[in-house]
C-alpha cells in the first residue's frame, strides 16, 4: 500500500464500529493518526472495541457524547450506514471537518487501480460477473466495498498490477472526495434509500458521484435507456460508454433478442447465456464492457456467460424438484426489483413475498404479475400482498406466518414446469436481521421438502 502522511498526528474520528469501522480504525493506526473510535454499543458487549483499545486506540462506546467534537478532530471516518442527519455528523459537516466513509481511504493508500459499481439494482451481480470474467482471465482482480469485503481492507494487500472491482452504494459514494476510478458503472436508477436520503435528487447525486472525479482518460459505462442516468452522464468527464438492451447501438454495447453488439457489430450470441432475465442483460452489458475494456479474452467472457447462474440471493436458482425450479431473490427488497425478477420468467410463478411494511405500494409490480398462478404470502405485509393480488386476478392467495410455511404450501399449489420464486418486495428485518439470512432459510426449506 501507498504510506501516505495525510493522517500523521491527525487526530481522526471513527463513527460506528462494525466490519468497515475496525478497519478504517487499525488503518488509520498504522498510518500514524490519533484515532478514537466512537460505537453506540457498550464496551463490555463489543470484542471489536476491546481489541481496538489493547492495540492502543482510544475507544468510547454505548453512547454518542454531544460534546465529542470538541476533541479537536480533522477527520472523521463514518460507517455508511450512519445518516447525515446524525447531530454529530451534521456538526462536523457545519464545522467544515472533513467526512468520509472508508472507501475514500481505500483510494488513497491503494497501489491497485480501482473499477467502481453502483446503481439501485444489478450491481452485485454486475461486480461478482466482472470479478470472474477477470479473474478466469488471469487478470487476479480483488473484490471488494458492499458486496461484503472491506476495500481499505484490499486496498492494503492490493498491488499495482491488479484491479480491485468495486460494489459501491450511494451511502458509501456519499463519503468520499477523491476516488476516481478508472473504470466506472452505473446500472440504473430508482427511487430507494429515500428513508437516508433526503431525495431522489440527492439519491442521484450519490450515485453520480462514482464518476465525477473521473477524467478523459477513464470511462463511464451507463444505462442510456435511463434518461435519468444519461442526463448525469453529461456531466462526467469521463469517456462515456452507453449500454443498451433495446436493440443495436453504432457506439457502445448493446443487445435485441438474438445478438450482445460491441461498437455496433455483432459480438456475443445471447442464447447461450445462463442468467435469466431482461434486468441480467443490463448487468451483463456492463460487466463484458468492462471485460473487453480490460482487454479480457472473448473465450473467457463467453465461458463465464454461459455457466454463470447467478448470485446466491439474486434470483438464485436452487433446485429442480418434481419439475418445479426454486429461485431464490431475498434481495428483492423492493417492488422494482420483484418486478425484474417476475419479468425473467415465462413459466407460470408461485410467488413468495413479504416482509417490513414501510408502506410502499405494490403497483410498479402490476405489469409483470400476468404469469403469476398463485401468491404466498408472510410478514407484515400479509395482508396487503394478499389484496394486491386480488386486483391483480391472482387465483390463489395463502397468508403464513413465516418461509418454511411458505415453501411447503407453494409446493402443494405448483404444479409441473412451474417456477416457486421468493422475491419478497420488501425489507427483512420484521423477520430476519437481514435478507441473507432470510434466503438462507428458504433454501432449507427448499431442500427439506
Known amino acids: 500500500m501507498k504510506h501516505i502522511t495525510t493522517f500523521t498526528s491527525k487526530k481522526v474520528l471513527v463513527l460506528g464500529l462494525a466490519k468497515s469501522g475496525v478497519a478504517a480504525a487499525e488503518l488509520l493506526h498504522k498510518l500514524g493518526a490519533f484515532v478514537t473510535v466512537n460505537?453506540?454499543?457498550?464496551?463490555?458487549?463489543?470484542?471489536?472495541?476491546?481489541?481496538?483499545?489493547?492495540?492502543?486506540?482510544?475507544?468510547i462506546c454505548g453512547r454518542h457524547p454531544e460534546d465529542l467534537l470538541d476533541e479537536g478532530f480533522e477527520y472523521v471516518i463514518k460507517n455508511p450506514g450512519i445518516p447525515y442527519h446524525n447531530p454529530i455528523v451534521r456538526e462536523a459537516v457545519a464545522n467544515g471537518i472533513p467526512v468520509w466513509t472508508e472507501m475514500e481511504l481505500a483510494y488513497l493508500i491503494s497501489e491497485a487501480p480501482f473499477i467502481g459499481i453502483t446503481g439501485s439494482n444489478g450491481k452485485?451481480?454486475?461486480?461478482?460477473?466482472?470479478?470472474?470474467?477477470?479473474?478466469?482471465?488471469?487478470?487476479?482482480?480483488?473484490?471488494?466495498?458492499?458486496?461484503?469485503?472491506?476495500?481499505?481492507?484490499?486496498?492494503?494487500?492490493?498491488?499495482?498490477?491488479?484491479?480491485?472491482?468495486?460494489?459501491?452504494?450511494?451511502?458509501?459514494?456519499?463519503?468520499?472526495?477523491?476516488?476516481?476510478?478508472?473504470?466506472?458503472?452505473?446500472?440504473?436508477?430508482?427511487?430507494?434509500?429515500?428513508?437516508?436520503?433526503?431525495?431522489?435528487?440527492?439519491?442521484?447525486?450519490?450515485?453520480?458521484?462514482?464518476?465525477?472525479?473521473?477524467?478523459?482518460?477513464?470511462?463511464?459505462?451507463?444505462?442510456?435507456?435511463?434518461?435519468?442516468?444519461?442526463?448525469?452522464?453529461?456531466?462526467?468527464?469521463?469517456?462515456?460508454?452507453?449500454?443498451?438492451?433495446?436493440?443495436?447501438?453504432?457506439?457502445?454495447?448493446?443487445?435485441?433478442?438474438?445478438?450482445?453488439?460491441?461498437?455496433?457489430?455483432?459480438?456475443?450470441?445471447?442464447?447461450?447465456?445462463?442468467?435469466?432475465?431482461?434486468?441480467?442483460?443490463?448487468?451483463i452489458l456492463a460487466a463484458v464492457a468492462a471485460s473487453i475494456l480490460m482487454d479480457c479474452p472473448k473465450e473467457t467472457i463467453q465461458h463465464v456467460l454461459a455457466s454463470f447462474?447467478?448470485?446466491?440471493?439474486?434470483?438464485?436458482?436452487?433446485?429442480?424438484?418434481?419439475?418445479?425450479?426454486?429461485?431464490?431473490?431475498?434481495?428483492?427488497?423492493?417492488?422494482?426489483?420483484?418486478?425484474?425478477?417476475?419479468?425473467?420468467?415465462?413459466?407460470?410463478?408461485?410467488?413468495i413475498a413479504g416482509g417490513l411494511d414501510r408502506g410502499h405500494s405494490f403497483e410498479e409490480m402490476r405489469i409483470s404479475m400476468d404469469n403469476v398462478k398463485a401468491i404466498v404470502s408472510f410478514g407484515e405485509t400479509s395482508d396487503r400482498l394478499i389484496d394486491f393480488g386480488t386486483t391483480c386476478g391472482v387465483k390463489l392467495l395463502h397468508k403464513v406466518e413465516n418461509i418454511q410455511q411458505a415453501v411447503k404450501v407453494a409446493a402443494d399449489l405448483s404444479e409441473p414446469l412451474d417456477v416457486i420464486l421468493l422475491s419478497p418486495a420488501c425489507a427483512s428485518w420484521d423477520q430476519y436481521a437481514n435478507f441473507e439470512l432470510r434466503g438462507d432459510d428458504f433454501i432449507d426449506a427448499v431442500f427439506q421438502i
Open 124 to 283: 452485485t451481480t454486475t461486480t461478482t460477473l466482472l470479478f470472474h470474467m477477470l479473474n478466469q482471465g488471469g487478470q487476479k482482480p480483488m473484490i471488494a466495498g458492499n458486496i461484503g469485503t472491506v476495500a481499505c481492507t484490499v486496498a492494503e494487500i492490493a498491488r499495482p498490477e491488479q484491479v480491485i472491482v468495486t460494489e459501491l452504494s450511494s451511502f458509501q459514494l456519499m463519503g468520499i472526495d477523491s476516488f476516481r476510478p478508472k473504470i466506472s458503472i452505473l446500472t440504473n436508477l430508482y427511487e430507494a434509500h429515500l428513508d437516508y436520503h433526503a431525495s431522489f435528487e440527492e439519491y442521484g447525486e450519490a450515485k453520480f458521484a462514482v464518476t465525477k472525479n473521473q477524467m478523459s482518460e477513464d470511462v463511464f459505462i451507463y444505462n442510456s435507456d435511463q434518461p435519468a442516468v444519461a442526463a448525469f452522464a453529461n456531466r462526467s468527464n469521463a469517456k462515456l460508454l452507453p449500454f443498451s438492451t433495446k436493440g443495436r447501438l453504432e457506439i457502445g454495447i448493446s443487445a435485441d433478442n438474438e445478438w450482445i453488439y460491441w461498437m455496433g457489430e455483432p459480438y456475443l450470441e445471447r442464447k447461450p447465456i445462463a442468467l435469466p432475465g431482461e434486468h441480467n442483460l443490463e448487468n
Open 39 to 59: 460505537d453506540a454499543k457498550p464496551f463490555e458487549e463489543s470484542p471489536d472495541a476491546q481489541d481496538l483499545l489493547s492495540k492502543g486506540i482510544t475507544v
Open 309 to 351: 447462474t447467478g448470485v446466491k440471493h439474486r434470483t438464485q436458482f436452487v433446485r429442480e424438484w418434481k419439475q418445479r425450479k426454486f429461485y431464490n431473490d431475498s434481495k428483492a427488497t423492493n417492488t422494482l426489483a420483484t418486478k425484474s425478477a417476475l419479468a425473467a420468467f415465462e413459466q407460470p410463478i408461485i410467488l
